[in-house]
């Protein structure tokens, strides 16, 4: 295996475990919760979470613009950039976190009016909510910390704090719920000190391996800096703005269609999960490669790069496609218990087959896009992605029904690809 494999695959599938194992934190909660005799509870922390999932992803920035400029700083062998890199990270996730709580009486309140919650299970959300709030700085640091790392070309790290939070999450949470019969309050505590616990045993391994010197806060916010670390950023953000839009309205439009086209909508798309967990593992190897490669000036090796990702990609790609024509039903029976939704699912399962191909593209030349720090590009394919979303959804959906929602969801995935690699073909000669 050529060595630029080899240091793929050393990337990546560190990374697809994290990918993995990052959800169960969530999953903790509710499986803690689903044996307390009453759904409300299971109601609580599914829109106290949704209320985070959202708040999180908006700050998903510090992880990815973080990895592209310390990847460049790493690859220049600029240590003192690197620290600034961090530095600047951890300001905007502190200075934003402290937002989040200062705020969080007013985010709770509209985000719960949004959703409806009904009187017993906004009162359990609430204190769901209040609590688990005070995990932001943790959160948003460890976004930094993991995107400072991954660039490094350190994916191990993130991989052993995400192992270390889902274990203490579990610890702690079974013995305030079931020991102490703190119910929600021990949930939630059970989940903020994992947060806590994962951010400082972050900061403990990157101290002790790479002993980063903090430069004085007047050399932090330098004007000139901080205008291109709030550049890339900024894109990177308003870009995850367009990637919600598309989400929540891909579930708006599968909700109007009744409970069940919901739930058939809702199981078809952990297909898209699944593989897009093993895709993010391959686009973070872009990210420290690709970095790494412009930093060091070395276009030579930066091109292949580039040529072995896209092959990875493919293999992926076809990977699935098989597996998901093979065992589609039977993953499907796994994922749920209801005859009528997997019934139901099948007349849109073709779709899923497509997955796949029309989206490896999207998830190379991010992790490649991210990693060059050409952020404004990802920015206008994300733009034309999503129009092309929405243009096709209200010219299809009237006529064809949920058929025309999962061609709209498939050509915007395929569209982000495909802009990408004419913008990298033109800007590459």
């Not at 695959?9 to 959800?23: E, R």
Request: hydrophobic share 55%; glycine share 8%; charged share 10%.
């Amino acid at each position: 295996m050529k060595s630029i494999n080899r240091e793929i695959l050393s990337l990546a599938i560190p990374s697809i475990i994290t990918n993995i194992t990052t959800p169960l934190l969530a999953l903790m909660d509710v499986a803690i919760v689903g044996h307390m005799g009453d759904a409300s509870y299971i109601a609580a922390i599914a829109v106290g979470g949704t209320v985070f999932n959202m708040i999180y992803w908006l700050f998903a920035f510090l992880r990815m613009g973080t990895s592209g400029l310390s990847a460049q700083a790493h690859g220049s062998g600029d240590n003192n950039e690197a620290n600034l890199v961090l530095a600047r990270g951890l300001l905007v996730a502190l200075s934003a976190s402290m937002l989040i709580i200062i705020l969080s009486p007013l985010i709770g309140h509209i985000s719960f009016a949004i959703m409806e919650v009904h009187d017993e299970v906004l009162a359990m959300a609430g204190k769901y909510f209040r609590i688990l709030v005070w995990g932001a700085p943790a959160v948003l640091c460890t976004y930094t910390f993991s995107g400072w790392t991954l660039g490094r070309k350190n994916p191990r790290a993130p991989m052993w704090v995400s192992f270390i939070i889902n274990i203490t999450n579990i610890v702690v949470s079974l013995v305030l719920v079931l020991g102490l019969g703190w119910k929600i309050e021990g949930v939630a505590l059970g989940t903020l000190s994992a947060q806590w616990l994962g951010a400082l045993t972050f900061a403990v391994i990157i101290w002790r391996k790479c002993h980063p010197v903090f430069p004085p806060m007047r050399v932090v916010v330098l004007r000139h800096a901080l205008k291109r670390f709030f550049s890339v950023n900024i894109d990177i953000f308003l870009r995850t703005c367009c990637l919600i839009a598309v989400t929540v309205w891909f579930t708006r439009a599968g909700a109007s269609q009744g409970t069940v086209i919901l739930a058939v909508n809702t199981l078809l798309m952990q297909f898209f999960i699944l593989f897009s967990y093993f895709m993010d593992g391959f686009a973070f190897a872009g990210e420290a490669m690709c970095g790494n490669c412009l930093g060091a000036n070395d276009s030579d090796r930066l091109r292949e790069s580039v040529r072995s990702l896209l092959g990875w990609g493919l293999a992926m790609a076809v990977s699935f496609t098989a597996i998901y024509f093979i065992a589609g039903e039977w993953i499907m029976r796994l994922l749920s218990e209801d005859s009528n939704v997997i019934t139901a699912s099948g007349e849109y399962f073709n779709w899923v087959l497509l997955i796949p191909l029309a989206g490896f593209l999207a998830f190379t030349w991010d992790g490649v896009f991210i990693g060059i720090t050409r952020t404004r590009e990802m920015l206008m394919s994300m733009a034309f992605a999503t129009l092309t979303y929405f243009i096709l959804y209200f010219s299809l959906y009237p006529i064809m029904g949920n058929h025309g929602l999962w061609i709209a969801f498939l050509s915007y995935l395929l569209s982000r690809g495909i802009v990408l690699h004419i913008l990298y073909r033109i800007n590459s000669r």
